[in-house]
């Protein structure tokens, strides 16, 4: 059986990524450092195995990893998918918020994968990086948490350069706006219709299309595809400057 591990799995793309993963025959780990939310995730999931974790934390990396994957272990599939939005001005983003948001965002990545390393190796597994359209564009309040997802980005060609050798393929999914519940109470009527309008398939993503495009990426389908970033999105990334009143136009 292949093993999967997936962070940031108490919830949202993470949890659908699990399950998805589960329902393919995978046996996966849960992390999330959210104690009761991450309980009552793996409840009723067979095969599935929660893990507390703060990916921001080296020395929980490693304990972690001491625990799950001794010398030798396999691991066929990394999801990073953990991370924190905290959106603000330039000027209102003092130095502690900055690093709040890229010790979990970039931070976290690199400790995963790095320690990860070995098992992935022994498995020739597939490391997969959960970044953001905010990565690709730049917008409004996003200093921080879209710097940190265009370091992602990068991250991950490094990854593949650099362990493609070993059989380890790297690659990156960038979600558009997702109808998480989260997002969903959050965005207002205007914001909801102002992304409806700019992208071309005119509706949010939902979680597990998202999840979709990750378990595709760690099997055996996408065995020659590496070091790719590659946009979930609606269309978004494509319309370059296809504002909804030019394309009312044509």
Not at 32 to 57: F, N
Request: proline share 4%; aromatic share 6%.
């Amino acid at each position: 059986m292949k093993t999967a591990l997936v962070t940031g799995a108490a919830r949202g793309i993470g949890l659908a990524t699990a399950r998805q993963f589960l329902e393919q025959g995978w046996r996966v780990i849960l992390l999330d450092r959210d104690v009761p939310a991450l309980t009552e995730a793996a409840k009723g999931l067979d095969h599935g195995q929660p893990c507390i974790c703060d990916v921001s934390r080296p020395e929980e990396v490693q304990a972690m990893l001491a625990e799950h994957f001794p010398d030798g272990t396999e691991l066929h599939a990394l999801v990073n998918n953990a991370g924190v939005a905290d959106f603000g001005p330039i000027e209102e983003t003092d130095f502690d918020r900055w690093r709040r948001v890229m010790e979990t965002n970039l931070d976290g990545v690199f400790l995963m994968s790095q320690a990860c390393t070995p098992a992935l190796r022994a498995g020739r597994g597939a490391i997969v990086n959960i970044a953001s359209i905010s990565g690709l564009r730049a917008s409004t309040l996003r200093v921080a948490y879209g710097t940190s997802k265009a370091g992602v980005m990068h991250l991950t060609q490094q990854q593949a350069v650099e362990l493609g050798e070993y059989g380890v393929r790297a690659n990156c999914v960038c979600p558009g706006p997702v109808a998480t519940k989260l997002a969903m109470a959050v965005h207002s009527p205007e914001i909801i219709a102002a992304y409806h309008d700019a992208l071309p398939l005119n509706r949010y993503g939902t979680e597990d299309e998202i999840a979709a495009m990750i378990t595709f990426l760690c099997s055996e389908k996408a065995s020659f595809v590496t070091g790719q970033i590659i946009s979930v999105d609606g269309g978004f990334e494509a319309t370059g400057i296809g504002l909804p009143a030019l394309r009312e136009e044509a």
